[in-house]
Every structure is written in C-alpha cells, then in structure tokens.
C-alpha cells in the first residue's frame, strides 16, 4: 500500500477505526501519521501516533494485547483508514474487549427487528469474554480449557440434538439446539472463523442451486 494516498490532516494525522476481523465489532478509535501508518503495514500489528504524548505507541507493547493487521483499507475520500484485525485481548486501556460500551439509546428506544441479531450479539459476546476471559464466567473455562475441551463439547451437545430429535421432545430438542449453537460459535471464534464464513458458504451453495 501506497501511503501517499493518504489524505493527512493539517497535523499530520488521520483517525483509524480498529475493528475485529472475525466478530466485527468496532474495537477503537485511534489516530496514525504516516511513520506509524508505515509501521503498521510492515509488522502487521497496529501502530498509532499519541496525540497526549505527542509520540509513536505500538499497541499491546506493555499489555501484550497486540492487535494482528488482516486488512487495512481507506474511505472513498482517502482521509480515514479501517484496520481489520485480529485482536490478543482487550482493546480498551478499561480492560475491556472494546472501548464502545455504553449507548445513547435505550434498548427500548432502539428494537433490532432482526430475528438472527442474537446470532451477532453472541459471536462479539464470545469474542469479549476470549478479550477479557473474566473470572467465573463459563466461556471463559471453554477457552482456558482449550480446543479439545470445546470439541468434546460440540460434540456432546450433537449427541443431545439427535437423542432429544429421536424422543420426539420438542422442547428438550429447542435447549439442547441452543447449546450446540452456542458452543459452536466458541469453537469458531477459537479457530478465528467467522460466522460470516460459515453464512457465505450457505449463501453460494443456495445460489448454485
């Protein structure tokens, strides 16, 4: 990428969106110039320039929660820059997996008429509890746990869909659907796949019918 075609502000700056790759939730907001915009796309980590400190600041340096570049893209009118990536933990100095966590609107003033938005507010519910992995929480044992903890998981709850299926059992089928769902989605985030893959895939094959 060509940074001279960056369109920099009077000092030098242009604001960057940070957004997870895999769960797409907008992660910060954050200002590079041109050295760290250089940085950023030779190490493929995020780089930003401090305007407090007046300095260059490599994310995750002290923390350790570095921000993986998958993609970093510009705006139609070439003063704004989107970096995709795949976060290591939190990206709020807070300790929390975004620094956009408080609304203007109540959810009342606000319904999500979209009967699949619970699909998205779980897979950036997976992705915040990877982030933060508080204390007590179950998706944070799967993850301590690791992959094959979550597979045996999968694999059991599979095995509670058909059993639930074979009985007849409405409601038993609904819970334990729920579950495979539910630890699916962790396995996904674990492995850095997004559900937007998995929906694509379903999307060509229908479309090459």
Not at 66 to 74: C, S
Not at 121 to 142: F, N, S, V
Not at 184 to 197: F, I, N, P, S, Y
Request: net charge negative.
């Amino acid at each position: 990428m060509n940074t001279d075609m960056i369109q920099f502000d009077e000092k030098g700056l242009v604001p960057a969106i940070v957004q997870d790759v895999v769960s797409k939730e907008v992660l910060t907001l954050a200002y590079m110039n041109k050295e760290s915009l250089t940085k950023t796309l030779e190490t493929k980590e995020t780089w930003f320039y401090s305007r407090s400190r007046e300095e260059l600041w490599h994310k995750g340096e002290t923390s350790g929660n570095t921000q993986q570049v998958v993609d970093l893209r510009y705006d139609c009118d070439q003063d704004a820059v989107l970096v995709l990536v795949n976060p290591s933990g939190p990206a709020c100095h807070k300790g929390t997996y975004s620094c956009f966590n408080d609304s203007l609107l109540s959810e009342e003033a606000s319904p999500n008429a979209d009967r699949f938005a619970i699909l998205n507010t779980l897979e950036q519910t997976i992705a915040k509890r990877e982030a933060e992995l508080p204390d007590g929480a179950y998706t944070t044992y799967l993850f301590n746990e690791g992959v094959d903890k979550i597979l045996k998981k999968v694999g059991e709850e599979a095995s509670e869909v058909i059993i639930a299926a074979k009985n007849r059992n409405h409601q038993e089928l609904t819970w334990e659907s729920a579950d495979l769902l539910f630890h699916l989605m962790v396995l996904l985030r674990e492995q850095e796949c997004a559900l937007d893959d998995v929906l694509k895939v379903l999307n060509e094959r229908h479309a090459s019918k």
